[in-house]
């Protein structure tokens, strides 16, 4: 069977990290999305999203197909029905479509196509539909992740040299995972540390965590959980509740708590997120979708940092801070709730941060990870410059 994760109508609501990828490739939890449904399926997945994104992420369609709404983390019992659909029957909770079984010609016209059966499930499963539930379902999802990647293996040896309080058993290390006089706590939740990843000296963990590959805690960080930092990453200060998909650093002391950050960002030297309000309201945050703040109903949400987006030393993010793709910030105060991609500046004001500055930048951040920045990392970019020019400076 072919399989298809395909972003609904609503992927708006997650933007700014869907601007550069399909909803199924956001990192919740320790994997992707895409790559949870691999694993559990047995199968590659190919993409039905975007047109912009086609390129990077093409499309892959067969006689019959399965496509799978993206937005979904699967489980062992939803995996089993999808895989069950039988052809132009669609699996669905209530109106929303799980997943439905097509032949090649109604793939790219889905929403157009009428099921033969509408099966619907009574399974209960996590779904992402705002860009706040990535670290509000981070820890249901790091627990299930924890026990998809290490049942029935064994962790490399945890060093002697650690001060552990918990069970260490919930303690795993890939191959040449490394931590040394840390301080580790299992007592709510596991620790998990990916192949070639380094947690150093005085650093102080509490679960349910994941360092993802080649990651690196720094001496002296204190994290709490439920926080995910993704592959080929740099992590020091205060960390609360943050996800990092990957390839961005957030190196130097200061303090940030639920909080998303995308890939290949970098926030400077002693920059602070607040996440709580001193009115200790439920926290308005910047929806694409409705080109307006919303209600979040939480009382803690930090900073959603778009894609190669960064700041300068000491910035300071009020609650509840949306920072689009490409965007550098910096300045003395507190920056503004909103600041849409490609910008450039702060509290003294904001210009466009041109593209071919943008691009500049991306080719030499991309280039230290070993990784080129494509015609296509390009030309994605030059779609979304254009598609958020509306937004700025209003």
Excluded at 182 to 207: H, L, Q, S, W
Excluded at 250 to 257: I, L, N, P, S, V
Excluded at 363 to 379: C, H, L, N
Excluded at 381 to 388: Q, V
Aim: hydrophobic letters at 40%; one cysteine or more.
């Amino acid at each position: 069977m072919n399989y298809i994760l395909f972003d609904s109508f609503e992927r708006n609501k997650l933007l700014p990290f869907v601007y550069t990828r399909p909803v199924a490739d956001i990192r919740v939890g320790i994997l992707t999305i895409r790559e949870k449904w691999e694993k559990l399926l047995g199968e590659k997945t190919s993409t039905l999203s975007e047109d912009y994104l086609s390129k990077k992420y093409p499309l892959v369609k067969a006689d019959e197909n399965i496509l799978i709404n993206g937005s979904v983390l699967p489980t062992p019992a939803l995996v089993t029905k999808v895989k069950g659909l039988k052809k132009g029957e669609t699996l669905a909770k209530s109106d929303f479509v799980i997943a439905i079984r097509l032949g090649s010609d109604d793939v790219e016209k889905m929403n157009e196509s009428k099921s033969d059966t509408i099966q619907q499930s009574t399974l209960e499963f996590l779904q992402i539909q705002n860009n706040w539930d990535i670290f509000s379902l981070n820890e249901a999802a790091l627990l299930a992740d924890f026990e998809l990647l290490t049942k029935n293996r064994t962790s490399q040896p945890v060093s002697r040299t650690n001060f552990i309080v918990g069970d260490p058993g919930l303690i795993f290390l890939e191959e040449g995972a490394k931590a040394e006089y840390a301080f580790i706590n299992t007592t709510d939740g596991p620790v998990y540390i990916g192949k070639e990843a380094e947690i150093m000296e005085g650093a102080k963990i509490r679960g349910p965590f994941a360092l993802c590959e080649h990651s690196v805690v720094k001496m002296d960080a204190k994290i709490y959980g439920a926080t995910t930092i993704g592959p080929h990453s740099k992590i020091g200060g205060e960390i609360n509740n943050v996800v990092v998909f990957g390839y961005s650093n957030k190196a130097h002391d200061g303090f940030m708590g639920n909080s998303v950050m995308g890939e290949w960002c970098n926030i400077g030297a002693g920059s602070n997120t607040s996440n709580l309000k001193n009115t200790y309201d439920f926290i308005r945050l910047w929806s694409y979708d409705e080109e307006s703040f919303v209600n979040t109903g939480l009382q803690f949400c930090g900073l959603m940092l778009g894609d190669h987006s960064k700041c300068g030393i000491n910035t300071m993010f009020n609650t509840g801070t949306v920072i689009g793709v490409s965007s550098n910030i910096f300045g003395a105060g507190y920056q503004r709730n909103f600041i849409p991609g490609f910008s450039w500046g702060g509290t003294h004001g904001l210009q466009t941060f041109k593209l071919d500055r943008a691009f500049k930048v991306a080719k030499a951040v991309m280039a230290r990870r070993g990784i080129t920045f494509s015609e296509t990392d390009q030309d994605i970019l030059t779609h979304i410059f254009k598609e958020s020019s509306s937004r700025r400076f209003r």
